[in-house]
C-alpha cells in the first residue's frame, strides 16, 4: 500500500496543475497544524512559488491585521517564518510587530525586519528592516524597504536589533531600495514578490505566520 504523501509534496502537486485551485489550497493549509504548514511552504520551489503568487492575484483581500492580529499586543513580534527562491539561504523570518498606540483593528503601519538563522549571516546582510503599510490601490501590503522605523530601542520589540537603513554597506545589494508585495494565500499564508527600483525582479517568497 502507498504511503500518504507528506505536506510538502501535496502542496508542490497542487502547484503543479495547470490552474492550483486556490480556495481548495487555502483551505487545506488552513486545516494543517502549524508545524506540517511551516514545512509545507518552507519545501515550495520556485516553480511552485511563482505559480502561487499568479494564483493569489486578486484571490482574497490580505490587510496589516492579518499579519499582525488585533490579540497581539503593541511592541510583540509576529514570526513569519518563510522560504525565499534566492540561490542562497533560502529559509529565514520575517518579524512584524504593531507599534505602540496603533489601532490594532486598523493600524496604519507595523515594523519589521528579515531574522536570520545565524549571526555571520544577518551581520552580512544586516537586519533588513522595512516598514509595512497597506497597497492604497489593491487589497495587498507593500513591504517598503526604503522605510526603517523611526524608532529608538524601547519602542521596538525586545531583543530586535538596532535599526539600521538599507542602502549601506553590502546591505544595498540585498535589501536596498526594495518594496515586495504581499499577497493572502490562506489564514496563515502569504506569497510575496520582490521589485527593486519599481523593476519585478522575478524572485518569490513565500511565508506562514505563527499562530
Known amino acids: 500500500m502507498a504511503a500518504s504523501p507528506t505536506a510538502v509534496e501535496e502542496l508542490g ?15 487545506w493549509l488552513d486545516g494543517l497544524p502549524h508545524e506540517e504548514r511551516v514545512a509545507a511552504v518552507r519545501g515550495l520551489g520556485r516553480r511552485e512559488q511563482r505559480a ?5 492575484d486578486g484571490f482574497a ?21 518563510g522560504r525565499n527562491t534566492l540561490p542562497a539561504f533560502t529559509l529565514f523570518e520575517k518579524r512584524f510587530a504593531r507599534p505602540a498606540g496603533a489601532d490594532g483593528e486598523k493600524p496604519d503601519a507595523l515594523y519589521g ?13 544586516g537586519p533588513g528592516y522595512f516598514v509595512a503599510v497597506e497597497d492604497p490601490n ?5 513591504v517598503d524597504y526604503n522605510r526603517v522605523p523611526q524608532a529608538g530601542a524601547a519602542d521596538l520589540p525586545d531583543g530586535w536589533p538596532a535599526v539600521q537603513r538599507n542602502e549601506i554597506k553590502l546591505h ?22 520582490a521589485a527593486r527600483k519599481g523593476k519585478d525582479l522575478g524572485s518569490w517568497f513565500v511565508l506562514s505566520r505563527e499562530p
Do not use: C, K, W
Not at 483581500?61 to 499579519?67: A, G, N, P, S, T
Not at 535589501?175 to 510575496?192: A, C, K, N, Q
Open 13 to 27: 502537486a497542487r502547484l503543479r496543475e495547470p490552474a492550483p485551485r486556490l480556495t481548495e489550497i487555502s483551505g
Open 172 to 193: 544595498r545589494f540585498v535589501y536596498g531600495y526594495m518594496i515586495d508585495t504581499l499577497r493572502r494565500v490562506s489564514e496563515h499564508v502569504t506569497i510575496g514578490s
Open 52 to 56: 502561487l503568487y499568479e494564483a493569489a
Open 113 to 125: 525586519y528579515n531574522f536570520q538563522p545565524t549571526p555571520l549571516l544577518a551581520g552580512i546582510t
Open 138 to 142: 489593491r487589497a495587498e501590503v507593500l
Open 61 to 81: 483581500e490580505v490587510h496589516l491585521r492579518d499579519l499582525v492580529p488585533p490579540a497581539v499586543d503593541d511592541r510583540v513580534a509576529v514570526r513569519h517564518f
